[in-house]
């Protein structure tokens, strides 16, 4: 079965780099997400991505977040300057052309630890 | 209020019991209804998936929607060590402007003792 991938497993980080975690979604899938897990928390929404374009993003998502769909299969989440707080799981997720909407699939995520 | 509500437990249940896990939710735009299965450190894995209300089931797995009350339930027939996770309940609207953004309840920690 198709799988989202995502790469690395962990990140560490000085805080104050810039990170860039990637993700490569399902290939027949267009729309794309990033969410956050800080440890012990609920999975939170960060920004969806269709068309090329962010579609919506949350209030996590400052000026210090970015994405991008580089290429025809990569999509990246790039931190400008990590703070300690942004130490969590990251978790990229993709789903299928939204004519019949459809669940989000998951990837098993980027541990990103800012020291 | 939040938007989706869900007991994090722990729930800790004898092997083969039935668990019955539930969500509460408060936006009625919402009309699309998920279960997933996350293991620690892992992303979560979709179990299963409903629109609107009514029951679906799929092996010892049983979801149930009550759009009237806003309640969702997920049922686990003859429980076993592997159920053993933490189950998120996840919900989405109609809306495509963005982009059927998914919402997810806080979690609920099953614990499944042989």
């Known amino acids: 079965e198709p799988e989202v991938t995502q790469t690395p497993s962990h990140q560490v980080t000085q805080m104050g780099q810039e990170v860039i975690l990637r993700c490569v979604p399902i290939s027949n899938h267009l729309y794309f997400y990033w969410y956050r897990q800080i440890l012990g928390q609920k999975v939170e929404f960060l920004v969806s991505f269709y068309n090329n374009e962010i579609s919506e993003k949350s209030e996590i998502f400052d000026d210090q977040f970015s994405v991008e769909r580089p290429d025809g299969s990569n999509f990246t989440l790039k931190i400008r300057s990590t703070k300690l707080e942004d130490s969590a799981m990251y978790f990229c997720a993709s789903r299928q052309r939204p004519v019949s909407p459809s669940p989000l699939h998951f990837g098993n995520g980027t541990r990103l630890t800012v020291t | 209020q939040k938007e989706v509500e869900q007991d994090p437990g722990p729930l800790s249940v004898p092997e083969g019991a039935i668990v019955s896990l539930n969500c509460t939710y408060s936006?009625?735009?919402?009309?699309?209804f998920m279960w997933y299965r996350q293991y620690s450190r892992k992303g979560p894995e979709l179990l299963m998936y409903?629109?609107?209300?009514g029951n679906k089931e799929d092996g010892r797995f049983t979801a149930q929607v009550d759009k009237s009350s806003k309640y969702i339930s997920l049922f686990i027939r003859d429980s076993q060590p592997s159920d053993s996770a933490t189950y998120l309940c996840a919900m989405s609207g109609g809306d495509n402007t963005g982009g059927f953004k998914t919402i997810f309840g806080a979690g609920t920690r099953l614990f499944v003792k042989a």
């Open positions: 409903t629109y609107s209300s």
């Open positions: 936006n009625s735009a919402f009309q699309y």
